[in-house]
């Protein structure tokens, strides 16, 4: 069973680190809704996990991120 995950949440990004180079893909591919991220998270897979690290792109830039966190908890 998984114990920690990493979830992608977007593609976007306002910033252009030098270290990164998310920034250049483009925002425009499908994201996950927040209820599809709940129906992917409540998988039988997941059932012991422990750890879950929000990444991006930039996270925040997604308007419903707290309904994608409270659907993935």
Not at 29 to 54: H, N, T, Y
Not at 55 to 71: H, W
């Amino acid at each position: 069973m998984l114990k920690n995950v990493s979830v992608m949440v977007t593609n976007e990004c306002n910033s252009r680190c030098s270290m990164c180079s998310i920034w250049k893909n483009k925002a425009d591919k499908p994201v996950l809704s927040a209820d599809q991220f709940g129906r992917l998270f409540s998988g039988q897979d997941f059932a012991e996990l422990e750890d879950i690290s929000i990444t991006g792109g930039e996270p925040t830039l997604r308007d419903d991120l707290m309904e994608v966190i409270e659907a993935i908890v």
